[in-house]
Structures are given as C-alpha cells and as structure tokens.
C-alpha cells in the first residue's frame, strides 16, 4: 500500500515536498515513480527511481527532485518554482522491478496510491 501525502494549496513561484510511504516494507525491490493527473488529462509521469537510478520527465526536470529516505521506505517529490500548470493530483506508484518498460509510464506500474492535491493559485 502507498499513501501520500504533502498536498496543499500553495502561491505561484511557491514550493512544496510531498512524501509517498509503502506500508508493505522497502522499495528496495520495486521501481517508484510520481505521476500527476490535472482535471481533464491523462496521467504524466514526472520521475521514478529504479536500479538504473532517478529519471525525470522534460516537463520539470530542474524544478522537481525526487528522493529516498534511508529507511528505503518513503520517497519525496521536492516541487520548486511553482506555477498553475502544476495544479493536480499527484501519485506515487511502484512495479516490481525488472516488470517493466519505462517506469515514467503509467501503465507500466502496478502499486498505486490514492493521491495528494496540489493546487497553485494566488
């Protein structure tokens, strides 16, 4: 199971971490990926952390990082430079590893959360 959490409303330019927490052990074994999905659209992938270490997709590579506790338990998603297209609802979602194409790829992953939502505005 994954729970995230972190969500709030924030001002443009604004930042934000949001946290994704397995309750099933590590992710040592699985890829883990953030996804967002804003009203109307499909599912983006924004990064995953997999043995082949972290990927991002274009759309915010250099305003978010994605990292890993210690514990191996929880990622975060770091959120800088906030604007309004980044309003939505953001996922954390795992495969197992090795069970996949492309861990930025919603379809590839098997373990989803309910979500967090971010909302930039003023």
């Known amino acids: 199971q994954l729970v995230e959490s972190g969500g709030k409303l924030v001002q443009p330019g604004g930042s934000l971490r949001l946290s994704c927490t397995t309750s099933g052990g590590t992710f040592d074994d699985y890829a883990v990926g953030w996804f967002r999905q804003a009203p109307g659209k499909g599912r983006e992938g924004l990064s995953c952390?997999?043995?082949?270490?972290?990927e991002y997709s274009d759309s915010i590579k250099g305003r978010f990082t994605m990292s890993i506790d210690d514990d191996r338990d929880t990622v975060f998603l770091q959120m800088t430079r906030l604007n309004a297209d980044d309003t939505a609802r953001y996922f954390c979602a795992a495969v197992i590893e090795g069970d996949y194409n492309d861990c930025l790829q919603d379809y590839d992953m098997d373990i989803w959360g309910q979500g967090t939502q971010v909302t930039v505005s003023s």
């Open positions: 952390l997999s043995t082949s270490g972290f």
